[in-house]
């Protein structure tokens, strides 16, 4: 998850990511579709009011599971060391109404209270239940506004989402678990969901999903879904956007980088559907259609979705400062490469045409 969890490098980077989208179409489109001001620039806000993402939450999740290690009797991980954040226990005793809450206590952390906590650290609040496999039920169909579930099978989990499953151990009380990492299954590969909690048997399980994006647990465990939490988006977003969650990470990677929202959601739109394993003619891969040497080159795989749109912004943030602030130079450079908006450049200042006309048919 390197949008969230790398250490910051700027690297200079000026690969085109060549994509089949013709470059002039791409960008008239978007400048046509008003996404686009003269200077390249909107005043989508992404702020106050917006909401928690599941970065956030998959972080709080990441950083718990550091302070864990296994404990009598059954070796699972329900121990933390001293410095487990504040934070995470603060946010549990708010929830069980006072300090020390039996299931919370270190050497007897419990799923829920590891999945309480999390999401309270990050300004959520969950309903209450008594075991984790009541989550799904409480979740299910339209109980909860700003959440949906997601069944086994249906569909892709992202980082930050909360993973439930049934089982016949422990008088059915089933377990709950927050996602932190998510490797796609494309072509005939799978992937994997990396899952943080308490109560497993370690802080940090890796399970593998299918190419019918079926995750798979360990023995006398069912995966019953995924409940994820659905930031409030800006009102002005594009129409027409898929119901993705996908279309949340676009919009916080494009506060996180600094360039225009509504421009970088209607991006990725039209370059990939929001489609994660997509793969163009060219080579390009995933959600925000990366060549693979540019994807090498943010340290990055293409089929992370987390991964891809976190480079997708970066790299437009760093095209947009190459032209002072123009985004749709910047998305042409995106596509075409800068040697191309250079060379269109330079042409339209010698006939006085519009420089767009002189960007490549395709790529």
Not at 85 to 104: R, Y
Not at 149 to 159: A, F, H, K, W
Request: net charge negative; hydrophobic share 45%.
């Amino acid at each position: 998850m390197k949008r969230t969890f790398m250490l910051l490098v700027i690297v200079c980077v000026c690969l085109p990511l060549l994509l089949v989208a013709c470059p002039f179409a791409l960008v008239a489109g978007l400048a046509g579709a008003g996404l686009l001001g003269a200077g390249g620039t909107d005043s989508s806000p992404f702020g106050a009011g917006a909401g928690v993402g599941g970065p956030v939450i998959a972080q709080h999740a990441l950083e718990m599971a550091s302070h864990m290690h296994q404990g009598p009797p059954e070796q699972y991980d329900v121990v933390f060391d001293e410095t487990f954040p504040a934070q995470a226990l603060a946010a549990w005793d708010t929830v069980c109404g006072h300090a020390g809450c039996a299931k919370a206590l270190n050497g007897n952390l419990q799923c829920v209270p590891f999945v309480v906590m999390a999401y309270g650290w990050s300004g959520l609040s969950l309903p209450g239940v008594a075991t984790a496999i009541q989550w799904w039920d409480a979740y299910a169909g339209t109980k909860q506004p700003g959440w949906i579930e997601v069944p086994d099978g249906s569909g892709l989990p992202i980082p930050g989402d909360m993973v439930v499953m049934s089982t016949p151990l422990f008088g059915g009380a089933g377990h709950a678990a927050i996602v932190v990492d998510v490797k796609v299954p494309h072509g005939t590969s799978e992937g994997s969901v990396t899952i943080a909690g308490a109560n497993e048997g370690s802080p940090l399980m890796t399970l593998p999903l299918t190419t019918g994006n079926v995750l798979v647990p360990w023995p006398n465990y069912t995966v019953m879904g995924y409940v994820h939490h659905i930031p409030s988006l800006p009102a002005d977003l594009p129409a027409g956007l898929p119901n993705s969650a996908y279309v949340g990470m676009a919009v916080e990677d494009a506060q996180q980088a600094n360039i225009p929202v509504r421009a970088f959601v209607a991006q990725i739109n039209q370059e990939s559907s929001y489609n994660p394993v997509a793969l163009s003619p060219a080579g390009a891969q995933g959600i925000a259609q990366l060549m693979p040497d540019t994807a090498r080159a943010w340290g990055i795989d293409p089929y992370d979705p987390s991964e891809a749109m976190w480079a997708g912004a970066q790299h437009m943030a760093q095209y947009q400062a190459t032209y002072g602030g123009d985004y749709r130079k910047a998305l042409a450079a995106y596509n075409a490469g800068p040697a191309a908006v250079d060379s269109a450049l330079a042409q339209a200042g010698s006939t006085g045409r519009d420089w767009t006309t002189f960007l490549p048919a395709e790529t």
